[in-house]
């Protein structure tokens, strides 16, 4: 006789992870942000971004043509480095 156990806390675990790997996968799917995204996927008014960290020589961009370019993947890293940056209230 063949016994099976499952334990559902474990697969629920795994599953949540797996989830959050793909997840991660479909956020980075964009290679350049524009302005637009920049500032849709920082939470940001372009305003701020402006007036806070666009200036920053660490601060990733390129300007083709009219039109502002981000590396995806190097403004998330700037980012995060800048906001570890920031006083804390």
Not at 27 to 39: A, G, N, P, S, V
Not at 47 to 70: A, E, H, M, N
């Amino acid at each position: 006789m063949l016994d099976v156990r499952i334990n559902e806390k474990e697969i629920e675990q795994l599953f949540l992870e797996e989830l959050r790997k793909r997840l991660n996968e479909i956020q980075h799917c964009h290679t350049f942000w524009d302005m637009k995204e920049l500032c849709r996927q920082t939470n940001m008014s372009e305003t701020f971004i402006r007036d806070t960290f666009f200036y920053d020589p660490r601060f990733p961009k390129y300007r083709v043509g009219k039109k502002w370019l981000f590396p995806a993947k190097e403004c998330e890293e700037f980012l995060i480095t800048w906001l570890k940056e920031q006083p804390r209230a």
